[in-house]
């Protein structure tokens, strides 16, 4: 068993106040038995009235407005957890594909995380399923060869891809970061039928030169007949192991995404993110990201051009 202590801080920066600020978000530890709360600080610019339920997936939501102007939003997340798994663990059942359709049949959740997105390349996604497949084949073996497959196939780089990447764009490109790996790996299994989903979460520091330590994680759960849900990091081509603190789950990255939200305003926003997570043994690490969408992105430039023509038109008057 280790503990760590994580401190989670989503900030955005308003260039302008704004007003009416409706948020979720989904930073509650995922309740289960690989994992144990000790501690749980949440400090909301404010400090509105927060109302806690649990989404269809099963994660803790919080939902908070902020009605007064304001030009900046923080949401400090301050975490003290246990988990409880030994070292990594890999399935070992020997459970096939035939074994898997008949415990879909039983449950509606199952079938809805076994259906693949629609995509453009659908194509090369089925000629790594078929390289694999095999109806007698152990899934448990499968899913790690096709966690395999990501990681290899794939070049760990920070700055290529937005949280609006495509899987398709994934491809093209073959690069990314967990994020992408996750939603990659996703549509493989699915489109064997397997059912997967997103995770969301944190890789604590363990002095083993795994990729993402110290920062926002994701990953992916698959079912494996006769054993349940088993974690999979494709970052790391791993089976999730004890330094895994899983906050969330769902279909993808929006169904598990930390903060969403809306306000009344025009003003531009930024986001910024700061993560630290810190070992038993004090060793600490820290990130902190400017997050910019690739929408915002396509907002600043169509800015950019509608002032550049602008000024055109006002230098012919």
């Known amino acids: ?9 989503t900030k955005y920066h308003y260039e302008k106040p704004v007003t009416e600020s409706v948020n979720e978000i989904r930073i509650y530890p995922f309740f289960s038995e690989e ?8 400090t909301i610019t404010n400090y509105p009235d927060l109302q806690v339920y649990r989404d269809y997936w099963g994660n803790r939501v919080g939902l908070f407005s902020i009605l007064e102007p304001h030009d900046q939003l923080v949401i400090e997340n301050k975490l003290l957890i246990r988990t409880t798994r030994d070292s990594a663990v890999e399935p070992k059942p ?20 076994a259906k ?10 089925q000629k790594i399923c078929d390289s694999v497949y095999g109806e ?27 949280i609006e990447t495509t899987v398709d764009e994934i491809l093209e490109h073959q690069s990314g970061v967990c994020q992408d790996f996750a939603h990659l790996l996703l549509q493989i299994l699915r489109t064997m039928e397997i059912p997967s989903r997103y995770v969301s ?14 920062a926002t994680h994701a990953w992916v759960e698959a079912w494996i007949p006769g054993y349940g849900w088993a974690g999979v990091d494709p970052t790391n081509n791993i089976w999730v192991t004890n330094t895994h603190v899983k ?17 009344k305003g025009l003003a531009r926003q930024d986001l910024y993110v700061f993560v630290s997570v810190g070992y038993e043994d004090g060793v600490t690490f820290e990130e902190t990201n ?10 600043a430039k169509e800015e950019e051009i509608a002032r550049a023509a602008e000024s055109q038109l006002q230098q012919q008057q």
């Not at 007698?136 to 937005?162: D, F, L, M, Q």
């Open 116 to 125: 693949p997105e629609f995509i453009s390349r659908q194509d090369e996604i």
């Open 136 to 162: 007698t084949r152990p899934v448990a073996e499968v899913i790690g060869e096709c966690c395999a497959y990501v990681y290899n196939n794939c070049t760990y780089s920070k700055g290529i891809t937005t």
């Open 35 to 42: 994992q144990e709360i000790l501690q749980h600080d949440l």
């Open 94 to 113: 020997e459970s096939d594909f035939i074994h898997l359709k008949a415990e879909q049949q039983q449950n509606l959740q199952l079938i809805e995380l």
């Open 290 to 299: 400017q997050v910019q969408m690739e929408k915002q992105k396509k907002a």
């Open 201 to 214: 979460g944190y890789i604590c520091p363990h002095k083993n030169g795994m990729r993402g330590e110290g």
């Open 247 to 263: 906050l969330a789950v769902g279909r993808n990255f929006t169904d598990c995404s930390v903060v969403k939200g809306t306000f």
């Open 1 to 9: 068993m280790s503990v760590f202590k994580i401190i989670h801080i």
